[in-house]
């Protein structure tokens, strides 16, 4: 195999370079496992970014893709499959959404999320109301939604009457929704600014406001959806339904799709015959996919592991580390003096695939089979690697 020197060498001559530098050139994985073009084998405790829910070559995942390649693995939208019915189908059950639900099957995360920017303009509204340290995706109605300056401003003029509200702030969120308001976009847990939680309470909030002036409530479960966090959806822990909910990362555990749910007859039919499409979006292959991963979770009590598992990180009494946040197996460690990037790479020499989410934390985010002693031998680890991270004294 050529080398990961020669491949990152090439990687620049030929990648536009909006990555930077790669951090690894990565050949093959198997279970929570994977290994470096030069033999070197990491945990991965990262999953491509919450992505790799049943890790890395998953037998019911492999079985379903080879089975439905074998098939058809793509056939338009004048048709449809058996696959993605059975997808859409099983996401409105587990998302207990009401009799009238519908799905619209994507290909990404900010697909799902542009989706659900142009059910909201079938309201009638154009205003949107998103959150401070939000993160949608790239595209430009999604990065319209997305908080951070640097992503957005070089791309500016975005979509306009985009509304950033401080999140958990109850009166900002009163002060904000009224008549005019199209749509609000919520994380449950907002993943990309560092694993931080909303309040069961404000979410609640949101819902009575959102109900009050006729605007639609979005939940944007694309990192933190597919049992995540231990439930199906993370807003199932505050008991509250949204009228539409994206979703992406987890769901196909790995093969590329994304998924707006709309919750109700009455959001369902906003969008008619003609409103919106996508060459790819609900291709057999991806669906049968998800269905498998689906199937898989619920067969091996994933949602059970995540909450147990994760429950190691609920508290980590490790110099160096302030605090932990998050739920199920989607977690931050939060460091005190020890910079973030330099924790991640010296995790990186030990062994171990974790992320710098911000320039203080770092964010798991491993396959929701990872094993309690997998977990175990990176908490083990920990002390020494922060020690590396927080170089000679
Ligand atoms: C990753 C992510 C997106 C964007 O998904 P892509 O597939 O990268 O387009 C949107 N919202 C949230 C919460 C995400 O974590």
Redesign the pocket.
Known sequence: MTSAGELLHRYSGAMVQVFGQPQLVLASGHGCWVTDVDGKRYLDLLSG?AVNALGHGHPALVQAVTKQAEQAIHISNFFTSEPAVLLAERLLTLAQAPAGSGVFFAN????A?EAAIKLSRRTGRSRLIALESS????TTG?LALTHKAAYREPFEPLIPEVTFVPPDDADALRAAVDDTTAALFI?PIQ??AGVRELSADYLRLARELTSRHGALLVF?E??TGIGRTGHWFAHQAADVLPDAMTL??GLAGGVPI?ALVTFGGDVTTLLGAGHHGSTFGGNPLACAAGLAVLDTIEREDLLGNARTVGALLDTLAVPGVSTTRGRGLLRAIELSGIPAPAAMAAAREAGFIVNAVTPTALRLAPPLILTQAELQTFIDALPEILGVAAGPA
């Open positions: 970014i990404s995360g900010a697909e999320i993160f949608h995706g790239r999604a994380e993943g990309e944007d694309i990192q992406a990362k994304g």
